[in-house]
């Protein structure tokens, strides 16, 4: 069975019930919505948009951060594994929302608050990190020059993990 969710973003997709992902919690900001399905524009682009199947309009344009940051790193919380019945590291996808303004060399990546997916069980969570370098504002394309990155902000736009 399928659905159909007109996107502004999107236009129109059809998006079968397996494709869902169950976000018991909701997003931060977002609690309402539980339901999410990630679409990917083409197979291999580095990024992609969280879908919500219950708002049309919140869509979220998401990344791999390890495509821009291939040294990020953080210790998962027991507790977020265990609410997404992640059991081993191939059950888990991370995403990191990206904010995009009007000079594109400027737009940043969350990486404090990384979206984790167990791809086996469709759930999923926004968690926030602790004890951790990263902010909610690094810069998506780190080789800019400082002019080009994102000011003010959370932390350190301008550092590195």
């Known amino acids: ?7 502004p973003v999107l236009g129109s997709i059809n998006v079968e019930q397996g494709d869902i992902y169950s976000f018991p919690r909701g997003v931060p900001g977002f609690e309402d919505n539980k339901q999410f399905v990630i679409v990917q524009p083409e197979p291999g682009a580095p990024f992609a948009y969280l879908q919500s199947t219950e708002s049309p309009d919140l869509v979220l344009l998401v990344t791999n951060p390890f495509l821009f940051y291939p040294s990020y790193d953080f210790e998962l919380p027991d507790q977020v594994a265990e609410e997404l019945g992640i059991e081993a590291k191939e059950d888990v996808e991370v995403w990191c929302v990206v904010t995009v303004p009007e000079q594109m060399e400027r737009a940043s990546v969350n990486l404090l608050a990384p979206i ?3 791809v086996n069980a469709r759930t999923g969570r926004q968690t926030i990190l602790t004890n951790t370098p990263y902010a909610t ?3 998506l394309f780190p080789g800019a020059t400082d002019e080009q990155r994102p000011a003010g902000g959370d932390g350190d736009a301008g550092t590195h993990p």
């Open 116 to 118: 984790i997916v167990n």
């Open 137 to 139: 504002k690094h810069p």
């Open 1 to 7: 069975m399928s659905i159909v969710i007109d996107s």
